[in-house]
């Protein structure tokens, strides 16, 4: 068994053969790298998962060894990769692509062949992140921008007021635009919060265990899984 911290800011952590790693997917555009993955995980070039997050996880890697955890999810059993080189990549997906001589990877040895790959999830991890993900990360960032130029404009509206000699109406609306502020200000430090959540999760147990095995009675095929599908 394997331990590993893998660190992602693309939201997407895969498992593929160090051979594979080709520097020119890199100079390509996002779009072009993001068309390239779902193609070479069905060439069973590499295995990959959405996360729904960036971050790092804890995880580990079980190769021809029997997991059985009830605090873990299954996720999936259907998806395979092909290894030669004898050793395999597990990190982000910002790394695919990255040269075989990268110090930075994270790599373990393993013997060439056709390979099934069992995904758990570590299940309360799971809620908590769904939660995170439920209240949202990008929705929040929006009305956040939305309420401060509403801020800003009667700002400029109550300065208006006050050089026009509308002191009671211009004081009045700086008032509320303190109190205003001060929300704002409570709502924005939630944001950091949020934006700053890394899921490392559970310390006594990886988030992500991956199961890899010859075993393979079932098809051969290559293909990638989203966790916040399951």
Request: glycine content about 8%.
């Amino acid at each position: 068994m394997y331990q590993f911290i893998i660190g992602t800011d693309t939201a997407s952590i895969g498992i593929w053969d160090k051979k594979w790693c080709d520097p020119s997917i890199r100079e390509k555009s996002i779009s072009n790298f993001l068309k390239r993955l779902p193609i070479d995980a069905e060439k069973k070039q590499l295995f990959y998962i959405d996360t729904g997050g960036d971050g790092e996880s804890s995880s580990h890697v079980y190769i021809e060894e029997e997991f059985n955890d009830n605090d873990y999810k299954i996720i999936s059993d259907e998806f395979v990769i092909e290894t030669t080189s004898g050793e395999c990549v597990i990190d982000g997906l910002e790394f695919y692509g990255s040269p075989p001589t990268s110090t930075n990877l994270n790599i373990f040895p393993i013997a060439p062949g056709l390979y099934k790959i069992k995904l758990y999830v570590l299940k309360d991890a799971e809620l908590e992140d769904s939660k995170m993900i439920q209240e949202g990360e990008a929705p929040p960032k929006l009305f956040i921008e939305k309420i401060a130029f509403l801020g800003i404009i009667g700002l400029i509206y109550s300065i208006y007021l006050l050089f026009r000699g509308k002191y009671a109406i211009g004081g009045s609306l700086l008032a509320a635009l303190a109190i205003y502020s001060y929300f704002l200000g409570k709502i924005q430090e939630k944001q950091k919060a949020l934006d700053k959540r890394r899921i490392i999760i559970n310390v006594k147990k990886p988030y992500l265990v991956f199961v890899m095995s010859k075993n393979i009675k079932d098809g051969h095929k290559g293909g990638w899984v989203s966790i916040l599908d399951k």
